[in-house]
């Protein structure tokens, strides 16, 4: 059994001496994928992902530095789990990359603290969604970017999504969690660092979105909400308005997924898994 940590969201003993928790940093391309996290009977990049690390490893669980819903990508995921102390990382890295590259790439695997836990030790997420603005869409831009047709208004959107900045209740803009005595009261509040969209050329717009943590479907709910700002249907001056509502039914659709990726885990320097091994990253 290779279990000594707990694949969920429960509290990581040490690794036993015939193991090594190790760190692996991935880039996908969520578009044919279910999402990030295993799933039952649907392919899913986890459920991938363990299916090659098997030869390596008994019950190999991998836990998420945060999960992805389908069709969105990810550049900077973090994973930890278990391997045997003696595995040797980059012929893992590249047998992974050999199975399931380009789709889904280790661009590194490392040796990490003994209780090293992707998900819990995290300290910041970055976000970054791409919008293509003008009328004729790109065929190699579809999976990666949310055409729209017709112009946004790029100073109406950064004035928006200063309003998002700071500590909010973001009930508007999350997806509702379940209800009910079985589940545990869920809170909103969230902290966001840095919102702001930039031009970065040819019609492509790209949205920079950092903070502590995000709810479920956050990220695309605030896309949403600004694109409609930029379209002229929403008013910079409503996001305030919106927040403090904290009814879902104020705010506006989604932005579809194939535009978010999920770019970049922060961890404290001394909780980052930095060990003695190698580091080999693509």
């Known amino acids: 059994m290779l279990g000594a940590s707990d694949a969920g969201d429960g509290v990581v003993s040490r690794v036993q001496d015939d193991l090594q928790r190790v760190r692996m940093v991935i880039a996908y391309d969520g578009t044919d994928f279910r999402g990030l996290a295993k799933q039952p009977n649907v392919r899913t990049v986890v459920s991938e992902l363990e299916r090659v690390l098997d030869p390596f490893g008994d019950d190999i669980n991998i836990v998420m530095?945060?999960?992805?819903?389908?069709?969105?990508?990810?550049?900077?995921?973090?994973?930890?789990?278990?391997?045997?102390?003696?595995?040797?990382?980059?012929?893992?890295?590249?047998?992974?990359?050999?199975?399931?590259?380009?789709?889904?790439?280790?661009?590194?695997?490392?040796?990490?603290?003994?209780?090293?836990?992707?998900?819990?030790?995290?300290?910041?997420?970055?976000y970054r969604y791409r919008v293509l603005n003008r009328p004729v869409p790109d065929p190699f831009l579809a999976r990666l970017a949310w055409h729209v047709r017709d112009p946004l208004d790029l100073a109406a959107m950064n004035e928006a999504a200063r309003h998002f900045i700071g500590l909010h209740d973001f009930t508007s803009f999350c997806r509702m969690p379940k209800k009910g005595p079985e589940y545990p009261p869920v809170v909103l509040e969230r902290t966001i660092r840095t919102a702001a969209w930039s031009d970065i050329g040819n019609g492509e717009l790209l949205f920079e979105i950092s903070g502590s943590a995000f709810c479920h479907q956050m990220v695309r709910s605030i896309v949403g909400f600004l694109v409609s700002v930029g379209l002229g249907k929403r008013t910079p001056g409503e996001v305030p308005v919106v927040l403090a509502a904290r009814d879902r039914s104020d705010s506006e659709p989604l932005g579809p997924p194939h535009g978010l990726t999920l770019w970049q885990v922060d961890y404290d320097t001394d909780s980052g898994g930095q060990a003695a091994s190698e580091h080999y990253i693509v």
């Open 65 to 126: 530095s945060g999960r992805t819903d389908a069709g969105v990508h990810g550049w900077g995921q973090v994973l930890s789990f278990d391997l045997p102390a003696n595995a040797d990382l980059r012929r893992i890295q590249k047998s992974v990359n050999s199975r399931l590259g380009p789709e889904v790439v280790v661009r590194s695997l490392e040796q990490a603290e003994a209780d090293f836990h992707a998900r819990f030790d995290a300290t910041g997420r970055h």
